[in-house]
């Protein structure tokens, strides 16, 4: 089981779908958040992991770490430079995990954005790699490229029309004209997507922006690349389960500490299952299920990556929490090591 499913599901198969909590009430409370913060997905094999999002997609791995709940496995972030939250893809890759299965109550595709001009690009260069394409399609007036990474995650490829400012990783082998500029969105597929709508646009905030064969998008904070979520109503749809290939989570950003705190408590007083704020090193983390069983946390922006090792060297060697690191060694020996691109550094655990 992941980061925040421990926590709140209390037992249980590590890496299967915990109880589903329950909605209570029905008031409008004042969550907003600022965006996307980060999506965690679980991986099999962790080279691979890697060798994908950093060679074939061209992220910055920013930090190699374990799962804070569960250190037997390696806990990775890919990003841009500096690790910005609306960037984050990170991975839970346990060796020989099996596949899980796509379907209702999931987060079923990240996708993420890239310059409008870019599709062509991307299309030979995931041609020139032998990677799975899934779809091609024009939708809701943007081009987009679906692949399958290593372990069958959807991935999304979107040729955003707007303006989107966030600088990509430079020194990865993506050119700059072409890199990743930060997530996109993310979908949701729901069996009935009528209770999820209402969570999303009443009790946080988000705002109905389009709707096309079924799906429906919404936007929070500033809106646009970064702050998008797509609801798929597919009754048909099995039940998802979570495994290596699928998203075990979906993060949405708070500014700081003190919104967070305030945001439980109305979520709490909603009637809702929330965690405890939970340490996560890096930022400060709640979860909770939104009604359809997708599993939601509310991260803070910082304090950030650079808080055990410098830009420059992030994501370079092993970093444990406080306190993990009088079990480094134990800890260490059972990861598999892993071998970085020069571009990236060279690191191991």
């Known amino acids: 089981m992941g980061e925040g499913e421990r926590s709140e599901q209390g037992g249980g198969d590590r890496m299967g779908e915990g109880e589903r909590s329950e909605q ?26 890697v060798d994908f999002y950093l060679e074939v997609l061209g992220l910055r791995l920013i930090k190699q770490t374990v799962n804070f709940d569960a250190p037997d496995t390696y806990h990775l972030y890919y990003g841009d430079e500096a690790g910005s939250p609306g960037t984050i893809l990170t991975f839970f890759p ?70 989107d400012p966030r600088p990509p990783w430079e020194r990865g082998p993506v050119p700059h004209d072409h890199a990743i500029r930060g997530l996109y969105s ?5 069996a009935s997507d009528e209770r999820t709508v209402d969570h999303l646009t009443d009790q946080l905030g988000f705002r109905l922006v389009g709707e ?47 919104a967070q705190l305030e945001w439980r408590q109305q979520i709490v007083d909603l ?3 929330v965690t405890a704020v939970l340490d996560r090193q890096y930022f400060h983390s709640i979860y ?37 690191e009088r079990d480094r060694d134990r800890i260490a020996a059972a990861l598999p090591p892993l071998k970085l691109p020069q571009s990236g550094g060279e690191g191991s655990a």
Do not use: Y
């Open 212 to 258: 096309e064969g079924g799906r429906a998008r919404f936007e929070t904070g500033a809106g646009g690349a970064g702050a998008r979520v797509d609801v798929l109503d597919r009754p048909d749809a099995p039940r998802g389960m979570v495994a290596a290939g699928t998203i075990h989570h979906v993060a949405w950003r708070a500014p700081d500490d003190d």
């Open 94 to 163: 346990w060796p020989g995990a099996p596949r899980g299965r796509h379907g209702a109550g999931q987060t079923t595709t990240t996708s993420f954005s890239i310059p409008q001009s870019s599709l062509g690009w991307w299309k030979e260069r995931i041609a020139a790699r032998g990677v799975e394409v899934l779809e091609t399609a024009s939708r809701m007036d943007e081009d987009v490229l679906v692949v399958a990474d290593p372990d069958g995650l959807r991935i999304e490829l979107v040729a955003h029309t707007g303006t």
């Open 24 to 49: 209570g009430g029905g008031d409008r409370i004042d969550v907003n958040p600022l965006g996307l913060h980060h999506v965690t997905a679980v991986a099999s094999d962790p080279q691979r992991n």
């Open 271 to 273: 009637g809702l299952d």
């Open 186 to 190: 993310v979908t949701l597929t729901e």
């Open 288 to 324: 909770f299920r939104e009604p359809g069983g997708v599993l939601f946390e509310i991260a803070t922006d910082g304090p950030g990556f650079t808080i055990d090792e410098s830009p420059e060297a992030m994501g370079t060697q092993l970093r444990l929490p406080p306190w993990l």
